[in-house]
């Protein structure tokens, strides 16, 4: 059974930075464009990223120019680097192939507040 394992949330003033991580265990995992997904209260998941498995990207329209998707194929780990967070990127922060093909992991909380 794939388990996605989210990490690297808190709590960050308006324009901080934090990086989030997501490990994945199993052996596809180089295999699947993966993608990060954030859920706020009372909304629905959106897409926030996406990177192929050779490591193109497209960005929603909201985090584009602040926000940097990577993975590490050997690690088996993507990565979403958030620079100049404002309060409306806070939500759960999750990850998952393009497809949304895995279960959903616990996600990690990121909220951004002064």
């Known amino acids: 059974q794939v388990q ?8 960050v003033q308006p324009g901080g930075s934090l990086r989030l991580s997501c490990a994945a ?18 909304k629905q ?6 990177i ?3 490591g193109t990207a497209n960005y929603g329209d909201s985090v584009e120019g602040r926000f940097t998707i990577s993975r590490d ?10 620079n100049n967070l404002k309060s409306e ?16 992991g616990q996600g990690t909380q990121v909220t951004v507040s002064s």
């Open 89 to 104: 990127d806070t939500a759960v922060y999750y990850c998952n192939t393009a497809a949304q093909i895995y279960p959903w």
């Open 25 to 42: 265990s199993g052996s596809m995992f180089r295999i699947y464009s993966m993608a990060w997904y954030r859920q706020a209260p009372g």
């Open 52 to 54: 192929s498995n050779d």
């Open 45 to 50: 998941r959106e897409l926030v990223a996406r």
């Open 73 to 82: 194929n050997v690690k088996k780990t993507m990565y979403l680097q958030m």
């Open 4 to 11: 996605l394992v989210e990490s690297g949330g808190g709590l």
